[in-house]
């Protein structure tokens, strides 16, 4: 029987897997009031969409460098040792961060909290494909794994609500270094939970594991290279719009309340996309949601670029973040039931390296081609280079996806009928 047969939250019913969906939703709302007091602060200090970007993107470059030695230490290593280090160290650094960010050490300068992101990218590039690997392991049924996978998306976006919606008011009434030190104590929940498991003792691995193998397996299945291709795309030239909402809450006259708002509803959007997913996992064509959630996550960025009141944004994001969970859920689910178990956490640590890697490269691509727009003040408001740097990027990355598309009906076609000979 189907696991969406059994109903949408059925991967709740292995223990294992309730922990792990519980600590988790604690330690990531936690994680959110970071992103969310972070990227005011650095707004707040700077006034620099550039900045914004930097910042977004001083992870980049460990994660890129560390990231397929993750994927080797997660196929490796016992993955919840791996991550119970990783989410200390993390807490470690939240801690940190919120005493440098009262000013009482040293006076604060953007740097500084680029160099906590980028301590951060080191942690990630290991916690990352040990976390998405981990999650098939706390279902005892394989049928499961879709509605694992789509409720572990869906316990990220209502974190994702719930984060920013108290990051905003945390921040208005103590401040940054209260949401850092508030997300340090979450890690202390998914620590907990972790260790609350009841797993099978972990046998090490003998043979010694190339990290080249998960690049050679997708390169040799072309469909699953075109997902994690396209994933990659939009890494750059979609999901890091996010960098700007400091920028849009500005040019909508909002502040923090609104900025909190903006992440607040596109959370929404994307907790009710992943829900969807879950309830409906194993009855949806799985290239009719990676490619027609990523098209439509494009257009409304696309119209995002022509909004001129700050409630028909926060609807487009809303909807935009919809469209944006159904397309990244659909790909991860994608590539978690068609790589084999040996190969999972190299195959992840790629699929993370593309996603994780290049979204903060995409946060400076994005924050400076907006900052240079900005000082041409084409729309008659210096936010306003937001916008169009949006409306570019969702323009490349629609010609990329279609792209990918024309090269999967090719495909079919020599399949089908074998090579075109005129």
């Not at 030695?69 to 791996?82: C, F, H, L, T």
Request: positive net charge.
């Amino acid at each position: 029987m189907a696991a969406t047969q059994r109903g949408p939250f059925y991967a709740l019913k292995f223990q294992n897997f309730r922990l792990f969906f519980i600590g988790q939703l604690i330690s990531v709302a936690g994680t959110w009031m970071q992103s969310v007091a972070q990227s005011w602060l650095v707004w707040q200090v700077t006034h620099q969409a550039r900045w914004l970007g930097i910042v977004n993107g001083a992870s980049a470059l460990p994660y890129v460098v560390f990231a397929l030695w993750g994927g080797n230490v997660a196929d490796r290593y016992s993955k919840r040792a791996v991550l119970v280090w990783t989410q200390s160290i993390a807490m470690v650094l939240a801690f940190l961060l919120s005493g440098l960010a009262t000013n009482r050490w040293v006076p604060l300068q953007a740097w500084h909290i680029a160099a906590f992101a980028g301590a951060l990218g080191v942690v990630n590039a290991f916690n990352m494909p040990a976390q998405q690997a981990f999650v098939t392991d706390l279902v005892e049924e394989r049928e499961a794994m879709g509605n694992a996978i789509a409720l572990n998306s869906f316990r990220f976006n209502i974190a994702r609500v719930v984060g920013p919606l108290v990051a905003g008011q945390v921040l208005y009434l103590a401040g940054a270094p209260m949401c850092f030190a508030l997300n340090g104590f979450s890690y202390i929940a998914v620590v907990i939970s972790l260790l609350m498991m009841k797993l099978p003792q972990f046998e090490p691995v003998q043979r010694r594991l190339e990290m080249t193998e998960g690049l050679v397996y997708i390169w040799r299945h072309h469909a699953l290279l075109r997902v994690i291709l396209l994933v990659g795309a939009s890494s750059i030239f979609a999901w890091s719009v996010s960098t700007l909402f400091p920028m849009y809450a500005s040019h909508f006259h909002q502040g923090e309340k609104g900025f909190s708002a903006i992440m607040a509803v596109q959370g929404v959007g994307a907790a009710l996309g992943a829900a969807l997913l879950a309830a409906r996992s194993d009855k949806l064509d799985r290239n009719v949601t990676v490619y027609g959630g990523g098209a439509l996550f494009c257009l409304l960025l696309l119209l995002l670029a022509f909004a001129r009141n700050f409630p028909l944004a926060l609807l487009l994001l809303g909807l935009a973040g919809f469209a944006m969970i159904i397309f990244g859920m659909s790909a991860q689910i994608k590539v978690q039931e068609e790589v084999p178990d040996l190969l999972r956490g190299r195959v992840l640590a790629i699929y993370s390296l593309i996603f994780q890697g290049l979204n903060p490269l995409g946060g400076i691509e994005m924050g400076f081609l907006a900052q240079h727009l900005a000082t041409h003040s084409l729309m008659g408001h210096h936010n306003a280079g937001a916008q169009i740097a949006t409306g570019i990027n969702a323009l490349i990355c629609l010609a990329v996806l279609a792209g990918m598309v024309m090269w999967q009906r090719n495909e079919h076609y020599r399949e089908k009928y074998g090579p075109f000979t005129g």
